[in-house]
């Protein structure tokens, strides 16, 4: 469950289920923050989505831009993922990664993820029945092995602390997302990426070079934050890798893109009207205030839209690349096709 939630009023809640980035037919640019199981509210509603509608800007700037690249496909960006790799060594190494709430809030949080893989030799790699595999294009077997430990740091993600993690460790090795070998060409620049069954064996095909056997080992975590944070702040994660060789390869890469919306949902000082409940005093940012709409309709469950009057500023040299990851990326199940009979009648107060 994502601690993610949006309160109306005293009671109300709502937990954040998904993000969605698009444009419309009037050429405009919108992010969604899709909420569900809303409870203790007014309204009859269960879900409810907050609408930020996005607009370049010569001046101000988000980080819109590379949270969407981060979670889509790097090829869409032309971006390829920075990695530094350090002297062989016999330790693992964690790599802290810091980021602040606000300008008097500091927080410090590192996960370490150890993985096991083996040099199989020349060949494509072999596995067992049930496996899947997907190859594309990546600068060097480097990349190729961010690649494949990509799909721990991103199953480690849903769990909620060390003590989960490690409990489930066996669990996770046993997801058919998470890869148990890789093989890389170093010719044709080609990628392959093995999940579900075992990686133990290589065919001998020139030009490629597999390594098996690929699975977590442990997770490590220690987080600080100042006294001045209410709560902890979300963290990135860095991965470590160790191989079966007579050194240990840490590769360091920058995994997570944190979506600050500080800009749209910020506070800033006393000079705007206050809300909350009694013994709190929130002095929102201009433009924060939101419209209420609310759709009934029998083709869908009711929904709150809740319409921000402040935009999400873009800066005008990203413009372009926002509108294209939206209109060109994407999965097309993810938007549900109305009835194709008679339409769907809807109403809005």
Not at 56 to 71: I, K, R, T
Not at 302 to 330: E, T
């Amino acid at each position: 469950r994502s601690p993610v939630a949006l309160r109306v009023g005293r009671s109300c809640q709502c937990r954040l289920s998904g993000v969605a980035g698009y444009t419309k037919s009037d050429f405009t640019a919108w992010l969604r923050l899709q909420f569900e199981d809303c409870s203790g509210c007014e309204s009859t509603a269960s879900r409810a989505a907050v609408l930020i509608p996005l607009q370049p800007d010569g001046a101000a700037d988000s980080n819109l831009y590379e949270w969407m690249c981060a979670v889509s496909d790097h090829a869409a960006c032309s971006m390829v993922v920075e990695t530094t790799t350090a002297p062989p060594t016999t330790t693992v190494t964690e790599v802290a990664t810091t980021s602040a709430t606000s300008p008097a809030c500091h927080f410090v949080g590192t996960v370490g993820v150890q993985t096991h893989e083996e040099d199989l030799g020349q060949g494509n790699c072999i596995a067992g029945p049930g496996s899947t595999r997907s190859t594309h294009q990546a600068p060097s077997v480097q990349g190729c092995r961010i690649a494949c430990e990509l799909t721990y740091t991103t199953e480690a993600a849903k769990y909620v602390d060390m003590q989960d993690l490690r409990v489930h460790m066996a669990e996770i090795n046993a997801k058919d997302t998470v890869c148990t070998g890789y093989a890389y060409n170093s010719a044709t620049k080609k990628c392959a990426i093995l999940k579900g069954a075992s990686v133990s064996a290589s065919d001998g095909a020139e030009g490629w070079e597999c390594f098996g056997n690929v699975h977590v080992k442990d997770f490590s975590y220690k987080s600080d934050f100042s006294a001045e944070c209410t709560s902890p702040a979300p963290t990135a994660t860095a991965t470590t890798t160790t191989r079966t060789e007579t050194s240990t390869t840490s590769t360091t890469t920058k995994l997570v893109e944190l979506l600050h919306l500080k800009d749209v949902f910020g506070v800033q000082a006393e000079n705007g009207q206050v809300f909350g409940d009694p013994g709190e005093a929130h002095f929102p940012r201009r433009g924060l205030e939101a419209m209420l709409l609310q759709l009934q309709s029998p083709c869908f469950q009711d929904i709150d839209y809740y319409v921000m009057a402040g935009a999400l500023p873009v800066a005008q040299g990203k413009w372009n690349n926002v509108v294209r990851l939206m209109s060109d990326f994407g999965e097309p199940a993810a938007w549900s096709l109305l009835p194709s009979a008679g339409g769907c009648s809807a109403s809005v107060s």
